[in-house]
T-cell receptor
Framework: DAGVTQSPTHLIKTRGQQVTLRCSPK?????VSWYQQALGQGPQFIFQ???????QRGNFPDRFSGHQFPNYSSELNVNALLLGDSALYLC??????????????FGQGTRLTVV | AQTVTQSQPEMSVQEAETVTLSCTYD???????LFWYKQPPSRQMILVIR??????QNATENRFSVNFQKAAKSFSLKISDSQLGDAAMYFC????????????FGTGTRLQVFP
């Protein structure tokens, strides 16, 4: 089991550009959540996808959007990049419907730098 | 809204000694989960220990244990017999009852372990 995989690991973008980050969940997981971790801070919840729909959303502008595919993998898109979008973006997967044995598994993140 | 506070930005401990990391949280929920995650330089969030709020017994995982005080809304992590590999950022996190609810993280504590 490869666990949660994210790509790319690093990327550099220019202000105003658009970026797409990708996440493959852990085998058997059907729910994907995205978090933004600014330098020196804890992760902040962006949104969550389940059954190809956005189910929960944190306090992030509409420039942040996502998608989930039938194989449960997910993309995070950020439009009109700002310098403040520079952060580590973490993907976490989990299995919906389970109350016990509950934990989210995280990927290694994508480090986005906006210049 | 739920919040998580970690008031120790940095802590240090000598190898083989014991260290305690503090965490307080605020919630009006009665059923929820609390977690401690470790984030080494590899950036991947690794679950250290989990506590269910309805359980009075403090969780233990090998050298890691928690002191869960529900009334005081306190959730500290004790690391016994500290090892060099324990050096990392440690994040306290809160989640409502269902496993697909978002995680709310504190700002983290950087733990240094000296030989």
């Amino acid at each position: 089991d490869a666990g949660v995989t994210q790509s790319p690991t690093h990327l550099i973008k220019t202000r105003g550009q658009q970026v797409t980050l990708r996440c493959s969940p852990k085998s058997g997981h059907d729910t994907v959540s995205w978090y933004q971790q600014a330098l020196g801070q804890g992760p902040q919840f962006i949104f969550q996808y389940y059954e190809e729909e956005e189910r929960q959303r944190g306090n992030f502008p509409d420039r942040f959007s996502g998608h989930q595919f039938p194989n449960y993998s997910s993309e995070l898109n950020v439009n009109a990049l700002l310098l403040g979008d520079s952060a580590l973006y973490l993907c976490a997967s989990s299995q919906a419907g389970q109350i016990m044995n509950t934990e989210a598994f995280f990927g290694q993140g994508t480090r986005l730098t906006v210049v | 809204a739920q919040t998580v506070t970690q008031s120790q930005p940095e802590m240090s401990v000598q190898e083989a000694e014991t260290v305690t990391l503090s965490c307080t949280y605020d919630t009006s929920e009665s059923d929820y989960y609390l977690f401690w995650y470790k984030q080494p330089p590899s950036r991947q969030m690794i679950l250290v220990i989990r506590q269910e709020a309805y359980k009075q017994q403090n969780a233990t995982e090998n050298r890691f244990s928690v002191n869960f005080q529900k009334a005081a809304k306190s959730f500290s992590l004790k690391i016994s017999d500290s090892q060099l590999g324990d050096a990392a950022m440690y994040f306290c996190a809160y989640r409502k009852f269902y496993n697909t609810d978002k995680l709310i993280f504190g700002t983290g504590t950087r733990l240094q372990v000296f030989p």
